[in-house]
């Protein structure tokens, strides 16, 4: 996927939990999707995540180790589930839940 800069609601680094191992990489926000871009080695190719914010149910906080708060688990209506690791974690679901407030809005005409 190509991602228009003016599509960024916001950005940062992430650290996704996948089953076998972690990817790290950039994590985007825009308007309708949350977009990581992450790459699990240097010869690997980049493995793209995206998540339609319309298809999220639930958005839970984790703890890595079970002491640092810093985990957004986004749980989706079909029950996938997809896990990361974030700094400033109350300010991702904040902008995240503002994003999925708007689409669930109806646009004023």
Same mark, same amino acid.
């Given at each position: ?6 599509? %960024?609601?916001?950005?940062? @680094?992430? @650290?996704?939990?996948?089953? !076998?191992?972690?990817?790290? =990489?950039?994590?985007?926000? $825009?308007? /309708? /999707?949350?977009? @990581?871009? =992450?790459?699990? =080695? ?6 793209? /995540? %995206?998540?339609?914010?319309?298809? %999220?149910?639930?958005?839970? $906080?984790?703890? &890595? !180790? =079970? ?8 749980? !989706? ?7 990361? &690791? ?7 679901? $904040?902008? %995240?839940?503002? !994003?999925?407030?708007?689409? &669930? /809005?109806?646009?004023?005409?």
């Amino acid at each position: 996927m190509r991602l228009d800069k003016g599509d %960024i609601v916001r950005a940062g @680094h992430a @650290h996704m939990r996948r089953p !076998m191992r972690g990817v790290e =990489g950039p994590l985007y926000l $825009t308007r /309708t /999707t949350l977009f @990581h871009e =992450g790459s699990v =080695g240097p010869y690997i190719e980049s493995v793209e /995540t %995206i998540i339609d914010l319309k298809d %999220i149910k639930e958005i839970k $906080t984790k703890n &890595s !180790m =079970g002491v640092i708060p810093n985990v957004v688990k986004i749980i !989706m209506k079909n029950n996938d589930v997809f896990k990361f &690791s974030v700094f400033k974690r109350e300010d991702w679901i $904040t902008a %995240i839940n503002k !994003m999925r407030n708007e689409l &669930s /809005t109806p646009a004023d005409d």
